[in-house]
């Protein structure tokens, strides 16, 4: 399988199902090759950078990317806005936490996130978070992922969320 062949098989299982349903599709079929060390490597090698879109589709807008961190990595609690993502676990491990919406962000003020429950990405791992699902990766040490975004997100600004207990 190469990155091409993938590519052209999420673009025909989105326009069949663009909802839910397709992205999961797609998730089961990223956790397959996750454990296919010559597509893996393909993508990611040493060099890769932190986020590096390797494929944006250019009709539906989606975007494959490679994920590279040499080291620790946390982002806070955050969506996708209008997109929905798939993180699809490499290499190392992310620990994930998904967050319920307790208030939407306005008026320039963040909103506020609570805390539901925490889970492992290991590799061979995938899972699709849809739009507005809360979810916040903390990563102890270097890892390696291929994410699939429905938009690219170097195009959409993220709104912020604060974590309340
Ligand atoms: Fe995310």
Redesign the pocket.
């Known amino acids: 399988m190469t990155l091409d062949q993938f590519a052209r098989e999420c673009r025909d299982i989105l326009k069949q199902d663009p909802g839910p349903a397709g992205r999961s599709r797609i998730c089961k079929r990223l956790e397959g090759l996750l454990r296919d060390q010559a597509f893996v490597s393909s993508l990611l090698k040493d060099s890769t950078a932190e986020r590096q879109v390797v494929y944006e589709d250019p009709d539906l807008g989606f975007c494959i990317l490679a994920h590279n961190y040499n080291g620790p990595k946390d ?1 806070p609690p ?3 806005g209008p997109s929905w ?1 798939i ?1 699809g676990q490499a290499k190392g491990e992310t620990e994930m936490t998904d967050y319920d919406r307790v208030a939407e962000p306005a008026e320039g003020k963040p909103g506020k996130a609570r805390p539901t429950r925490t889970y492992k990405l290991t590799p061979g791992v995938a899972h699709v ?1 849809n739009e507005k699902d809360l ?1 916040a ?1 903390r990563r102890r040490g270097p890892t390696q992922l291929i994410r699939i975004e429905g938009l690219n997100m170097d195009r959409i600004k993220r709104a912020r969320f604060e974590p309340v207990a």
Do not use: E, T
Request: proline content about 11%; aromatic content about 22%; charged content about 10%.
């Open positions: 982002s955050h969506d996708h993502a993180y978070y979810h990766p």
